[in-house]
């Protein structure tokens, strides 16, 4: 059901400091920072030739990732993102295999535009899964 990995994301505490770090220390290719006001996020890509790491930090009030790094104070792997053809027959797979879905267990816009779902981390060994709708053309 799953295909490439999207990106694995990175809560950071400080995103300049971060992607300087990444870019200087392992000469990654690194893109401009992108808020992302609705997600509560500041995020850069590092990019890769088969995938890329996303560094986010906190933005604004009631930033979803505020709480992780409360927990994480030097920042962490935060998730895992899978692409998917089709995320509403993949949920309802995995949703008749037990999985859970996060929030009101509906299909969101994520920070790319497209379809997003996450699976609880108890289900998953501890890490937190991220389902995107990626179509053709637009999978790298
Ligand atoms: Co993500």
């Not at 920042?75 to 949920?91: F, K, L, P, S, T």
Request: glycine letters at 12%; a negative charge.
């Amino acid at each position: 059901m799953i295909g490439n990995i999207n990106h694995i994301a990175i809560v950071v505490p400080d995103l300049d400091a971060a992607a300087a770090h990444w870019r200087d220390m392992l000469g990654a290719e690194v893109s401009q920072a992108q808020t992302l006001p609705e997600h509560g996020v500041r995020i850069v890509f590092v990019r890769s030739a088969n995938g890329q790491v996303e560094l986010m930090e906190p933005f604004g009030e009631g930033s979803p990732i505020a709480e992780f790094l409360k927990r994480h104070p030097d920042g962490g792997m935060h998730h895992i993102c899978y692409e998917v053809a089709n995320i509403d027959q993949a949920r309802a797979t995995l949703e008749a295999k037990g999985a859970r879905v996060l929030g009101d267990g509906g299909v969101k816009t994520g920070a790319h535009g497209n379809s997003v779902l996450f699976l609880h981390p108890k289900d998953f060994n501890g890490t937190l899964i991220e389902l995107e709708q990626v179509t053709e053309g637009e999978a790298h």
